[in-house]
């Protein structure tokens, strides 16, 4: 499979993403300064595909007799699983999206990062995840949602890297 992010999303004079009408969502994240240095983009499409585009190092690979890291860069496209079918459809029912710009208490250069992009009723919303030193507390549906898909995720995600770590 091969794909390219700029056919899905794009940026728009504005400095924001802005998501092709045929998705729903996208994703993306990075560890920042790590030793895997794990970099995933998924986008969800409005049938509830999902395109995933991702890159790690795997640190003390092994192969005839030596040790190094191993850059991996795939391209998969799976089902998105049905916790987060369901949650996406729940908040793009909401009637009006209550979201802020980003979430984050404080900034450190490298560390970890996340972005989404909503389409919802027709305007692509771009929402960020940065360092959250509290959990922040849901102030309406939009973020109760929001923050429900956000957990489903992570765990989504980390379970697709240790499926394609397990296959190398």
Sequence with gaps: MNFNAID???IDQTGNYHLNELYLLSYTYTDGWTER??????YID????CKINSSYFIPNY????????????????IKTPIEIKNTI????????LQ???CYADTFMEDSQTEDFVINHSTISHNVGIGIQLKKKQPINKSETLFFQLHTEIEKWREAIYKKMISEE
């Design 8 to 10: 899905i999303q794009k």
């Design 37 to 42: 240095a794990l970099r995933v983009a998924f």
């Design 46 to 49: 409005i049938y509830f595909n």
């Design 62 to 77: 092994r192969k005839n007799k030596k040790t190094y890291t191993k850059r991996v860069e795939k391209q998969i496209e």
């Design 89 to 96: 459809t729940l908040l793009l029912k909401v009637d009006k």
């Design 99 to 101: 979201l802020e710009r």
